[in-house]
């Protein structure tokens, strides 16, 4: 079969346009087009090798057996949805924290996505209080030319009585400053705010010498994601780890080869994130010769995550 035929079943199989593949070889749509019917006159080896290289890539996506990481609702998952919902029907204050790679995004996403009344930001470190501010006066569709105080106001004005929820992940970046703009929010509009982050967000509330009592003293709950994670770890670990390994490979099943899930275990050292682009490598190297997933393939990626 030559060049044309493969590539004209590949867009044919994948719904591929010429611009499409133009834009995956680093061809002009011209060439694509003039190849496509035999009438390019310029270096034929150049324009097959682009293509023969672009049909390879996509022969081999195809081939690749894709790991998703969807919301697992584990227990400690569902104490962090248990203290979102409570904190939203109270217009409370909340605060989720712990180490890094234990869920708390996906499980604000989760929230976010299962109810219409909720705002959910995802701060980074560039976020000074009045880049918050706009944000939420933008997700709230109001006015963001002003200064603090006014940017403030407008949120109170559109978020009073409204019984809707503020969530902010990675709330530990944020200045004391915003973070005090967040309570005041709270206090006159009457929605609630759950702050979530690195255990670092508690000093943040607290002040080194207890000083911000004032925002503190406002929060209702506080759910530590480490403490809790303890409790329930590997019982967890389990179910997530079965989410992400393919459904239909016998030789992947946790419950009939145990020694596979200690080993993912081990691996990745408890760790959600850890485990989750561990067991994709595994995965994707399982389909190589159709080696399956085993204890040793497991142990020969994990020497090549970073510690």
């Given amino acids: 079969m030559n060049v044309i035929e493969n590539l004209n ?3 044919a199989r994948k719904r591929y346009t010429q611009s499409k593949v133009a834009a995956n070889t680093g061809l002009s749509a011209a060439t694509i087009s003039q190849y496509l019917k035999g009438t390019y006159t310029g270096n034929i080896d150049n324009v097959e090798a682009a293509i023969n290289n672009f049909i390879t890539r996509e022969e081999d996506k195809e081939k690749s057996r894709e790991v998703k990481a969807n919301f697992v609702k584990t227990q400690l998952a569902s104490k962090c949805l248990t203290l979102l919902r409570n904190t939203h029907l109270d217009a409370d204050i909340g605060v989720i924290y712990g180490s890094a790679g234990l869920g708390k995004s996906m499980v604000l996403r989760q929230y976010a996505n299962s109810y219409k009344d909720v705002i959910l930001i995802e701060a980074d470190p560039g976020y000074t209080t009045k880049v918050l501010l706009q944000e939420l006066c933008d997700r709230l569709g109001v006015s963001k030319s002003g200064n ?11 978020l009073h009585d409204t ?8 709330a530990e970046l944020l200045p004391y400053r915003a973070l005090e703009a967040m309570r005041r929010i709270h206090d006159r509009s009457g929605a609630g705010v759950v702050l979530a982050g690195m255990p670092r967000l508690l000093l943040n509330l607290k002040g080194r010498r207890g000083e911000y009592a004032q925002l503190y003293s406002r929060v209702g709950m506080a759910l530590d994601l480490d403490k809790e994670k303890a409790k329930h ?6 179910r997530i780890l079965a989410s992400l390994l393919p459904a239909d490979d016998d030789e992947s099943n946790i419950d009939t080869h145990p020694g596979l899930a200690d080993a993912f275990y081990k691996a ?4 959600y994130r850890r ?3 561990l067991a994709r490598g595994v995965v994707r190297a399982s389909g190589i010769g159709d080696q399956g997933i085993s204890v040793a393939l497991v142990e020969e990626y994990s020497s090549m995550l970073i510690n």
Avoid: P, Q, Y
């Fill in 233 to 238: 770890e590997r019982a967890d670990f389990d």
């Fill in 148 to 158: 603090i105080h006014e940017l403030s106001e407008n949120c109170i004005t559109a």
């Fill in 163 to 170: 019984g809707w929820v503020v969530l902010i992940d990675e």
């Fill in 9 to 11: 079943r590949l867009m």
């Fill in 275 to 277: 485990l989750f682009k």
């Fill in 268 to 271: 990745s050292k408890g760790n």
